[in-house]
């Protein structure tokens, strides 16, 4: 049995297309596909270590067409994300040296700033704040990657990253098992709202981080 819908997906609204629209529309894509849930187990990966947009909108697509498998697809996103976040931290771990100026450059959410920040949070309480960015849209990337160039035990990260995710991803599928169709619209028709609402929670987030308890 394959993830395509068996009912028409929403519409999305013509407008306006950046970037950031058109990656969002492919992401999208998937959930007419037969392979949806391999392309959410891979965007939720990727989305761990350099992919900028959330697992949660793929999430959402292919619960509005399955709704009885919304907790199967809570269950892959959190999986394939955890994974994506080990990676992440074998790349700051072994690699950082020579990648850092990549991710400075070209990935969103990165900057040297933001590292420096992370660097000084993982020495009060690296699990509380792998747990806050896991759960929050403060770029979860930014936080596994940083694990590992600051030599974050591994298991700290797999456990704070599943609790995290896990919430996080199971409480997208509750949600879509009582509002399903209509949550979808609304992402659709306020995208660009929604992004800059989420770029203001993740502002809020690094805030929040700073008063995080410390050892």
Not at 10 to 18: D, H, N, Q, W
Not at 64 to 76: D, E, G, H, N, T
Not at 188 to 197: A, I
């Amino acid at each position: 049995m394959t993830d395509q819908a068996s009912e028409p997906q929403a519409t999305v609204p013509r407008g306006p297309r950046g970037w950031l629209r058109r990656l969002y529309l492919w992401v999208l894509s998937w959930a007419d596909s037969p392979y949806g849930t391999a392309g959410l187990a891979g965007i939720s990966f990727a989305e761990s270590s350099f992919f900028p947009i959330p697992p949660d909108v793929l999430q959402i697509a292919l619960s509005v067409s399955r709704p009885q498998r919304a907790f199967l697809f809570a269950a892959v996103s959190t999986v394939a994300s955890v994974a994506g976040g080990a990676l992440g931290w074998a790349i700051g771990w072994g690699l950082w040296q020579a990648t850092s100026g990549f991710f400075f450059d070209w990935i969103p959410g990165f900057s040297e700033e933001h590292f420096a920040y992370v660097e000084e949070q993982y020495q009060a309480n690296a699990g509380i704040a792998i747990f806050a960015a896991a759960f929050t849209p403060i770029p979860f990337k930014v936080f596994t990657i940083a694990a590992g160039a600051c030599s974050v035990p591994l298991t700290t990260l797999l456990l704070a990253s599943t609790a995290g995710r896990g919430l996080r991803f199971f409480l997208v599928a509750c949600v879509m098992r009582i509002f399903g169709e209509q949550a979808k619209r609304i992402l659709n028709r306020n995208l660009e709202l929604v992004t800059l609402v989420l770029g203001g929670l993740i502002v809020a987030g690094f805030v929040a981080i700073r008063y995080l308890p410390r050892h």
